[in-house]
């Protein structure tokens, strides 16, 4: 037995929806495990609390995206940041877990020392000073992307006389009445903040490269305020969540059977929006939908602004920027008073924290998935990366649970140590991880991990089924191995002898 205790359990890392989700899960299912959640910033929430552009929303419904164990009760399905924001600071003064939140320390390195199965983490606080805590297990919940240096395509501005603004890094003091405003890019984020600038500015236009498929729906679920009335708040939930998980299922994979099928559909969506008068070809991407993530237009909201006059969508390529605007390879020139580029993201993994073993860097890109939430002969380490085809949460809730599963059978057994062993010679065949064409996908391909062809070695796209698996299966599969510091055997079976 080593001297001392860690400083705790379970260190989470990451204070938005997947870290405040793990803490939650372990309060329900390991209460009497210490944990602390470690968030660089000075607020919650993550994402919700980081982006500040007009429109803040929810891309998908908070049915899904909301937890498994809380109820969504806002009347909006698909809902803006502040609303979203309320639904965590609930949870985490309801179930006690702000107290265990540390803000303003960044996690910068991380170390698993096997002699003494624990996580030497360095973190930097606000005043520049650093601070180690140890801790049994590491829980990563520091999202998918960069929070300091969002996707640069290498624009040139110099000859722009006005404001270019990131989405990332909005101004707070933004007063953009009566100008010109063009958002360059066709995703989520452009479809959220072309309609929500719509109303103040003279004229804001997207302009976009390729279009995007995109999907409109209304921002509140009929079903489920319905349901609301008539049903106890955590059925009428439960019901509203069974529905739209298996929508997603049933949409995705209709996209991926039926790609010609569900163009016309959402071709026809669009129509019934927009009525004849618009160019079609603006919303046809030169792939199949699915490919990339639908972009969700809640109560036709980007239709109506176009309707109005005060929006527009432009397909084109960028030629120069000019002083007023933009000067397309076409010749055509966008007047502009201020540029919004919203032209991505930077994918990171591990909230680009220098992740160490014994000692020795990580290199995550080596290292295949177990269960879509452990790495290959990586011990007591967990991550959250959510779903491409559904609610990021859906993933969330279901990693959470199985660590929380993990932990309470290395604390049965009496062990400290749970690692997924693959041998050197383990002859997998990898699997392209993302089949996915977006932009922030393919270019971080490089640093994400390894995804085999069969199941567990992968980072499944398949809610249902990875719920089953990982609710039902047992823990102790053969692959993922219990032992005590120190017990070094090569044989699984005689290292959880000599942890008995």
Partial sequence: MLATAPDFDVLIVGAGISGIGMAAHMEMLCPGRSYAIIERRENLGGTWDLFRYPGIRSDSDMHTLGFVFEPWKHEKSIADAPAILDYLNTIVDERGIREHIRYQHKVI?????????RWHVTMEKADGSQTVMTANFLYLASGYYDYDAPYDPGFEFADFDGQVIHPQFWPEDLDYSGKKIVVIGSGA??????????????????????????????????????????????????????????????????????????????????????????????????????????????DDDLFEAMKSGKADVVTGRIKRFVKGGIELESGDVIDADIIVTATGLTLALAGKIAVSQNGEPVDFSQRFYYKGCMFSNLPNLAVVFGYLNASW????????????????????????????ELPEDHGLEEDDLFDFSSGYIQRGKHIMPKSATSYPWRLNQEYLFDRKVLRESPVEDGLLAFRKAGANTANPDEQLQAAE
Wanted: with cysteine; aromatic share 8%; charged share 30%.
């Fill in 189 to 298: 984020t452009a479809v959220t903040i072309v309609p929500s600038m719509a109303d103040k500015a003279a004229k804001v236009t997207m302009l976009q490269r390729t279009p995007t498929w995109m999907f409109s729906r209304p921002a509140k679920d009929g079903l489920a305020n319905f349901l609301r009335k008539v049903l106890p708040e955590k059925l009428a939930y439960k019901i509203t969540r069974w529905k739209n998980i298996k929508l997603q299922d049933f949409g995705f994979k209709r996209a991926r059977t039926k790609p010609d099928k569900m163009a016309a559909d959402l071709h026809k969506r669009i129509r019934k929006s927009m009525g004849e008068d618009f160019n079609l070809a603006d919303f046809t991407p030169p792939y199949n939908p699915w490919d990339q993530r639908l972009c969700l237009v809640p």
């Fill in 393 to 420: 949460t859906l993933r969330a809730d279901i990693n959470s649970e199985f660590v929380c599963r993990v932990l309470n059978k290395m604390e049965a057994k009496g062990v400290d140590i749970a690692v997924a």
């Fill in 109 to 117: 390195s991380a170390d698993w020392r096997e002699d003494e199965a």
